[in-house]
């Protein structure tokens, strides 16, 4: 196959305890009826979970699909996650209560707990007034007084709490102790794994009434009790009137920007890796011909490679997340 193009996806919805609506009013999801929907996982390559491209010649084949045949096309320079798979797990979030304290484990932990390392980061598109998040640990809180506070029910006070808005964003290294709050909706842009071990849940019960259960050894080996009082990613957009950007994260799994373009500008991206792009509000085409595609709010699309550069245009004034996974300097683990 030697033309590849735009590529959207049908996102995968996932029943949440904690979810809502939100994502069918704010993004048009069709969500289906009468259940509370905490994700849509909008570009996912994860075991009997692959994403199913929706448009162009290649409607019906999935991520796997292209990984297993194209990987070298989709990926250009960026590396696989393990089993070859896509490096990203892309999401959006609707939090209407509290998640779970947890944590995710790091590389030199992962392989021993028989878990995935995970590094993630949120941007926050809606946020209820009073919302917060909860990232690292307060100052003077050690392993063991922490240890200590779970035992007792008071973890709560040892973890560090941030208020959130809109156009916030946070990144969480895998390590970081960490808890989204509610009244909250985010992007999520992750490494491709499904660990999450959660250390403490607001002694509340579960669905069944009963307490959920929780993996306090495994937490406890991978939190990283240096993390004291993270702050929000703390960059602006540069002041271009006509394309202006946000460096967000540059971290050696992935780099994430924020870009905000005047209404009618036309411009090419370039790039020599994979390039997933997710509007935050606004209109945007991108492509040509027939295989172009016009994206909106909540809408991600991914940008194989072997394209090299696609020409943009903003159909709206409109912004943008656009994510890129790197090139791993060591194999990453197991």
Same mark, same amino acid.
């Given at each position: 196959?030697?033309?590849?193009?735009?590529?959207?996806?049908?996102?995968?919805?996932?029943?949440?305890?904690?979810?809502?609506?939100?994502?069918?009013?704010?993004?048009?999801?069709?969500?289906?009826?009468?259940?509370?929907?905490?994700?849509?996982?909008?570009?996912?390559?994860?075991?009997?979970?692959?994403?199913?491209?929706?448009?162009?010649?290649?409607?019906?084949?999935?991520?796997?699909?292209?990984?297993? @045949?194209?990987?070298?096309?989709?990926? *250009?320079? #960026?590396?696989?996650? /393990?089993? $070859? &798979?896509?490096?990203? !797990?892309?999401?959006?979030?609707?939090?209407?209560?509290?998640?779970?304290?947890?944590?995710?484990?790091?590389?030199?932990?992962?392989?021993?707990?028989?878990?995935?390392?995970?590094?993630?980061?949120?941007?926050?598109?809606?946020?209820?007034?009073?919302?917060?998040?909860?990232?690292?640990?307060?100052?003077?809180?050690?392993?063991?007084?922490?240890?200590?506070?779970?035992?007792?029910?008071?973890?709560?006070?040892?973890? @560090?709490?941030?208020?959130?808005?809109? *156009?916030? #964003?946070?990144?969480? /290294?895998? $390590? &970081?102790?960490?808890? !989204?709050?509610?009244?909250?909706?985010?992007?999520?842009?992750?490494?491709?794994?499904?660990?999450?071990?959660?250390?403490?849940?607001?002694?509340?019960?579960?669905?069944?009434?009963?307490?959920?259960?929780?993996?306090?050894?495994?937490?406890?080996?991978?939190?990283?009790?240096?993390?004291?009082?993270?702050?929000?990613?703390?960059?602006?957009?540069?002041?271009?009137?006509?394309?202006?950007?946000?460096?967000?994260?540059?971290?050696?799994?992935?780099?994430?920007?924020?870009?905000?373009?005047?209404?009618?500008?036309?411009?090419?991206?370039?790039?020599?890796?994979?390039?997933?792009?997710?509007?935050?509000?606004?209109?945007?085409?991108?492509?040509?011909?027939?295989?172009?595609?016009?994206?909106?709010?909540?809408?991600?699309?991914?940008?194989?490679?072997?394209?090299?550069?696609?020409?943009?245009?903003?159909?709206?004034?409109?912004?943008?997340?656009?994510?890129?996974?790197?090139?791993?300097?060591?194999?990453?683990?197991?």
């Amino acid at each position: 196959m030697s033309c590849f193009y735009p590529l959207l996806f049908q996102p995968r919805f996932k029943e949440r305890v904690w979810g809502g609506r939100n994502l069918e009013r704010l993004y048009r999801k069709a969500l289906p009826p009468h259940v509370p929907i905490g994700e849509s996982w909008e570009i996912s390559d994860r075991p009997g979970e692959a994403s199913v491209i929706a448009n162009g010649p290649l409607a019906g084949r999935d991520l796997r699909w292209l990984m297993e @045949h194209h990987a070298a096309e989709i990926l *250009g320079a #960026a590396s696989p996650a /393990p089993q $070859g &798979r896509f490096p990203l !797990l892309v999401k959006i979030l609707d939090a209407q209560d509290v998640l779970s304290l947890q944590v995710h484990p790091p590389p030199s932990q992962a392989a021993a707990l028989g878990g995935e390392p995970k590094t993630e980061m949120w941007y926050f598109t809606e946020c209820q007034p009073g919302a917060c998040i909860y990232a690292g640990l307060k100052k003077g809180v050690s392993r063991e007084d922490f240890a200590r506070h779970l035992a007792a029910g008071t973890a709560a006070e040892c973890v @560090h709490r941030l208020p959130v808005q809109a *156009g916030d #964003a946070m990144f969480l /290294p895998s $390590g &970081r102790l960490h808890a !989204l709050g509610a009244g909250c909706v985010l992007f999520e842009i992750q490494q491709n794994s499904d660990t999450t071990y959660r250390v403490f849940d607001w002694n509340r019960p579960g669905l069944d009434g009963r307490p959920r259960e929780l993996h306090v050894k495994e937490s406890l080996a991978c939190i990283d009790f240096a993390d004291v009082e993270p702050s929000l990613i703390a960059s602006r957009y540069s002041r271009s009137a006509s394309v202006a950007v946000r460096y967000l994260v540059d971290d050696p799994v992935f780099m994430v920007n924020a870009c905000r373009v005047r209404r009618g500008q036309r411009f090419y991206l370039r790039f020599g890796a994979a390039q997933v792009l997710g509007v935050i509000q606004g209109r945007l085409r991108a492509g040509g011909g027939q295989t172009a595609v016009e994206l909106q709010a909540g809408d991600f699309c991914l940008l194989p490679a072997a394209l090299e550069r696609v020409p943009l245009e903003a159909l709206t004034r409109v912004e943008y997340l656009l994510a890129e996974p790197k090139a791993l300097t060591a194999p990453p683990a197991p």
